[in-house]
């Protein structure tokens, strides 16, 4: 009865945490300050450059004497991110401009900006991560680079029988097991052993012979030597197996030592109508197969790119640029259970989402003092020159590190480290070489220039990394997975293997990111043997594909399957290693726990509670506030006309104007944004930020835009929530750093 009581506290306390951490989420909010009710509406945001975040938000105060006045406030904060959970934190709330339209009484006016500017700034305010992006889709301040990739088609297969595909880098490497005569291929995920001149390959249940191991007829048999089931005992680690429902057919083996993709269907493929498109999907395969009537070409989603092939019969593949795809694509519905490829297809909201989810870092605090890292090497270290830069890279070592000007780097899990030699000793770096932004995709270091170091004080460093790190990369309107570039693995005494692009079925999904596709579902992947921590994935580290996947698609329908995969398939994944810093036990924190009452200099004890107003009320580019109602037409709420921000109001000030305590000389905001994020200065701006005079005054189909982005975010919020695990996913052991197979 005792442990029952326990049980239910325990569990009484998970539900108000949650509820608390929901409660922080919800907008409006209220602030209580001298017997004024100060309301914030949701931040309507403007641009995201690293991790500093602009924008504004209509206001209003209650006073004291019940009456209600209306304003609107400009902003520039930190973003410190929780991407698990998908939430960030704005700390270092900085108010360059504040106005109320109504207030012509210069010393009210003041008052009334103080009171805010005061209470905002030592605020901790908290923002979803989906809400954050939605609203900044529609802005077009950020212009990413793209990334040169190499996009030549790898060999696809299609099969419409049950099959899997057996990846191996490159020519098979033999590797001798430890007290046995036999041997196994080192080089792939999977478990292939020899036995004097034949083959066996282990695969859930199954075990398939060959005389060759890249040979075209793998067949199942039941005859398997007993020292090679007793090897495979000892190898395999059944506690990664995945569980997968109706596991019960044999499938075809298909082995490539060169980049591949498996496509399949059940069956004869079976077509279904887009609704007002000319489009046809494949709804009888969990790929994404569409094809176009008019052309006659199929279409096939591999890793964020499109395909093209008249056939899919192994037919002539070529890469499609996403800006040529067919005009109908933009069109699929948002309701049709093909609708998750319009994150491929440039210009859909959800392209624009996935554009600035590129751009979202994830951060951390680093601890100088405890932070450290170890790096081994295959025999002395060797180096080489990255072509057309100053960098030079370790390729004897399942470590990231770069020789820079006869100085060391070391990028481990998302922190810099330096050292004057190339075995150590490391320290934390709290600067990041500027050579770095030289290194071209076709170097398999290339995602390290996505490692970012944003601050630092004496004691900690503030880093960041953005999906890029994770091989996640911006091209002509689309997010693509991988390079396209095949790098070369190591193998001395060690194998070290480098990302992959292809080969693992990897597609994006709108709410949960990259996951593995379905042709792992049979479980006869086995990551665990490569050590280093990372794998054929590199930092990502995703060891956990569909686990419901292939099977489970054929017990409920594809696409059903498909689309409620989530939390059993892309989840598992995702949230196993959605946060590269949580791999680390010691010297590093989640900057969810930094707060604006850890900054110099901030007011503590400011909180805010959920408001009982309608998230309704907006404000424009000129300051003016906006409410709308139910049938969907703008009211002005502040009675008189805004005049611009930056120019004089009749008194003869500028709106723009501080408190008199602050500079009253508005600073212009620079023409161009930087390409790389920019540090926070260590002290306060001088002087606020002017806007743009130029600007176009916001007109209401510009609100109503707004209006539906903060719609949109909170579907996606929502969405992301539902898709959430119940259960906390079991995570992999990693193995020990600096790892690899001995030959």
């Known amino acids: 009865m005792k442990t029952l009581r326990l049980i239910c506290l325990f569990l009484a306390t998970l539900t108000a945490f949650a509820a608390n951490s929901e409660e922080k989420l919800v907008w409006p909010r209220e602030i209580e300050a001298s017997g004024n009710v100060i309301t914030l509406y949701q931040p309507q945001l403007e641009s995201l450059n690293g991790n500093m975040l602009d924008g504004r938000m209509a206001v209003s105060i209650k006073t004291k004497s019940d009456d209600m006045i209306f304003g609107a406030l400009w902003f520039n904060a930190t973003l410190l991110t929780d991407m698990e959970a998908r939430t960030a934190d704005l700390v270092k709330v900085e108010i360059p401009m504040i106005k109320f339209p109504d207030v012509e009484d210069e010393s009210k006016l003041e008052q009334l900006k103080q009171l805010v500017i005061d209470d905002m700034e030592a605020l901790d305010v908290k923002m979803s991560i989906d809400r954050i992006l939605a609203d900044l889709e529609d802005e077009e301040n950020l212009e990413l680079l793209n990334d040169q990739l190499n996009n030549n088609p790898p060999e696809i297969y299609y099969r419409s029988e049950p099959s899997v595909l057996v990846i191996i880098d490159g020519d098979p490497i033999m590797k001798t097991v430890e007290k046995s005569s036999l041997e196994y291929v080192l080089n792939t995920p999977f478990l292939i052993l020899k036995r004097k001149s034949d083959y066996y390959l282990k695969g859930g249940d199954y075990w398939f012979t060959a005389s060759d191991v890249l040979s075209k007829n793998w067949k199942q048999t039941k005859s398997v030597p007993k020292d090679v089931k007793k090897a495979a005992d000892k190898m395999m680690d059944k506690e990664e197996e995945p569980e997968v429902e109706g596991n019960d057919a044999i499938p075809e083996i298909i082995v490539s030592s060169v980049p591949a993709e498996l496509i399949s269907s059940d069956g004869k493929l079976e077509y279904e109508t887009i609704k007002g498109t000319s489009l046809l999907f494949v709804k009888n395969s969990e790929n994404d197969i569409i094809m176009d009537i008019n052309s006659q070409h199929h279409f096939v989603l591999l890793n964020g790119r499109w395909f093209s092939s008249k056939t899919l019969a192994d037919g002539d593949w070529t890469f499609v640029e996403p800006d040529d795809l067919p005009e109908d694509f933009a069109k699929i519905p948002e309701d049709e259970s093909i609708a998750t490829v319009r994150a491929s297809v440039p210009g859909t909201p959800e392209a624009k989402e996935a554009k600035y989810e590129q751009q979202m870092p994830q ?202 995969g989530y939390a059993g398939g892309y989840a598992n994944g995702r949230y196993n290693s959605r946060n590269i810093y949580n791999r680390r036990d010691r010297g590093i924190r989640s900057t969810r726990d930094v707060r604006n009452r850890d900054m110099p200099n901030r007011r503590d004890n400011v909180s805010s509670r959920p408001s009982s107003r309608p998230n309704n009320v907006y404000t424009d580019r000129d300051g003016n506030i906006m409410r709308r109602d139910n049938n969907g037409n703008w009211q002005q709420e502040n009675k008189r006309p805004s005049t611009r921000p930056d120019l004089p109001n009749k008194s003869g000030n500028t709106n723009a104007t501080r408190p008199s305590t602050r500079p009253t000389q508005p600073t212009q905001r620079p023409s161009t944004r930087p390409t790389q994020p920019t540090q926070r200065p260590s002290t306060r701006p001088t002087q606020p930020t002017q806007r743009p005079s130029a600007r176009p005054a916001t007109r209401p189909n510009t609100l109503e835009r707004d209006f539906n982005s903060r719609n949109r975010g909170t579907t996606r919020y929502n969405n992301f929530q539902r898709s959430r695990p119940t259960t906390t996913p079991r995570s992999r052991p990693m193995p020990a750093r600096g790892g690899g197979m001995r030959r």
């Open 363 to 564: 951060t951390a605090v680093v601890d100088r003092k405890t932070a450290s890292v170890t790096v081994e090497y295959d025999g002395d270290p060797k180096f080489e020159k990255i072509e057309d830069s100053e960098v030079e890279y370790a390729i004897n070592t399942a470590s990231t590190v770069l020789r820079i000007k006869a100085k060391y780097y070391c990028v481990d899990d998302g922190i810099w480290f330096e050292s004057t030699k190339a075995t150590g000793p490391w320290i934390v770096s709290d600067s990041r070489p500027a050579e770095v932004d030289e290194i071209p995709p076709s170097a398999p270091v290339y995602n390290v220039k996505y490692v970012y170091i944003y601050d630092s004080t004496p004691d900690v460093v503030y880093v960041g990394y953005t999906p890029g790190y994770c091989h996640s990369y911006w091209y002509n309107g689309s997010v693509f997975y991988g390079t396209g570039y095949y790098y070369r693995p190591w193998y001395g005494s060690y194998y070290y293997p480098r990302p992959w692009t292809f080969g693992f079925g990897v597609h994006y999904n709108p709410y949960t990111g990259w996951g593995f596709n379905v042709g792992f579902s049979y479980g006869w992947f086995h990551m665990n043997y490569y050590g280093g921590g990372y794998g054929y994935w590199g930092p990502a580290g995703y060891r956990h594909g569909y686990r419901h996947g292939y099977h489970h698609g054929y017990h409920h329908g594809y696409r059903d399957g498909y689309l409620r």
